[in-house]
């Protein structure tokens, strides 16, 4: 059996060769703590540092002192929720977020909420958008915040983030973005688009796991926030612990190859994208797309098959590797809470699926994959499978 076809770069990538490349000397002869400032190996360490805090600085159209390194995009969230939610106690402490939110999000909400927090979770429409009527409503002087994620992991659905930023300021609210699927698939500028906290991971654009960033505005307005992890007093004393330098290396030179070739690269995923879901709108009779195709990233699709389960579906298409609802709760038989906030019922939720292409993913592929695919959706389809 050949290799599983990856549709699922959404969970997570491979780490890209040119990243391995800038990694290796890391590990080795530049082994060195950024933060020994007594000699040449931490001197060395540091450089590298700043260089790949540059990197994810430019490619957020923001200044490097803005970049708080994180192990990945959950614990940059909870650092901008819980961490504003301490620093602002007793002067604002209301959240605006979104059902559709990744479970960090939602979870960290919690969490701000047992604190003391109030928090609002507004809905989405069919399409996946947030209302800004709603949004609007929802808003009080009292608001700390309004989280609402750039792209949807799910779906790919895109949020208006600068819309949804400038109702947060008329009432003088922060706005806070998750945009881990954003970064590397779709241009981002912090100033354009108004963000005053931003999370992303290393993980979801070819650098390796365990390496994440929260950007945190420091001017007009200075954002503060409390630390969620104490120590040496690291990253401006917000993220203790010593430099992952691997992993920021990495971090910066992938974020770096995203925006040299993103327009050249989204229209080649998009096409890849829309090859794969127009064949199966073709060949599957009676299946949609969740979601908007409008305001989507160009790898991703989430496709319903009314009536084919997913855990009949993906036994039956094994020489394709994709994902139902979100990884990180694959475990749980709980529809996905994304799509049952667009409205699907709970069947239709069992029965979609989430395909993302990424930047090692071939035509062949996606020819090999609408094969399997519709041939499955078929089979379940002519011989069902009982309970
Ligand atoms: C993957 C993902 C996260 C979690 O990122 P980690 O770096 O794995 O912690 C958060 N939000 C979104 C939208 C994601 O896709």
């Known amino acids: 059996m050949p290799a599983p076809i990856y549709l699922d770069y959404n969970a ?41 805090r540059e990197q994810i600085a430019a490619a957020l159209g923001a200044q490097p002192e803005t970049i708080v390194f994180t192990c990945g995009a959950t614990e940059a969230v909870n650092l901008a929720i819980c961490g504003a939610v301490e620093a602002y106690r007793g002067k604002r402490d209301h959240i605006v977020t979104v059902a559709t939110e990744h479970k960090a999000v939602l979870q960290a909400c919690e969490v701000a909420e047992r604190d003391g927090a109030r928090v609002t979770v507004l809905g989405v429409g069919p399409d996946g958008l947030l209302d800004l009527n709603e949004l609007r409503a929802a808003i009080t002087d009292e608001t700390l915040m309004v989280a609402v994620m750039w792209a949807n992991n799910e779906t790919g659905v895109i949020q208006p983030i600068h819309a949804i930023a400038e109702i947060a300021h008329e009432h003088g609210a922060l706005m806070m973005t998750d945009a881990t699927q954003a970064v590397g698939k779709v241009p981002i500028d912090v100033d354009a688009a108004g963000v005053d906290l931003l999370a992303c991971s290393g993980h979801k654009c070819y650098a390796p796991k365990g390496v994440g960033a929260l950007y945190r505005r420091r001017r007009k307005p200075r954002v503060r926030l409390a630390p969620m992890i104490v120590g040496g007093g690291h990253e ?152």
Not at 28 to 39: C, I, L, Q, R, V
């Open 12 to 52: 997570t990538t491979p780490v890209d060769p040119a990243v391995v490349e800038v990694m290796l000397p890391t590990l080795t002869e530049h082994f060195g703590n950024p933060s020994s400032d007594g000699h040449a190996f931490g001197w060395v360490a540091d450089e590298l540092v700043v260089q790949g």
């Open 236 to 387: 401006d004393g917000l993220r203790s612990g010593t430099l992952n330098v691997p992993g920021i290396v990495g971090f910066g030179k992938a974020v770096e190859i995203a925006v040299t070739h993103s327009d050249d690269e989204a229209s080649r995923l998009a096409a890849l994208r829309d090859r794969l879901e127009g064949a199966l709108l073709d060949r599957c009779s009676d299946a949609r797309v969740n979601g908007t195709t409008e305001h989507r990233l160009p790898n991703t699709t989430n496709m319903v098959f009314p009536g084919v389960r997913t855990r009949d579906l993906l036994p039956a298409m094994r020489g394709v590797a994709v994902s139902t609802g979100s990884a990180c709760q694959t475990k749980t038989a709980k529809p996905s809470h994304v799509l049952t906030a667009m409205g699907l019922s709970g069947a239709d939720a069992f029965a979609s699926v989430r395909f993302s292409v990424g930047r090692f993913t071939t035509e062949a592929e996606i020819d090999r994959a609408i094969e399997e695919i519709a041939a499955a959706v078929e089979k379940i389809r002519t011989e069902p499978v009982t309970v």
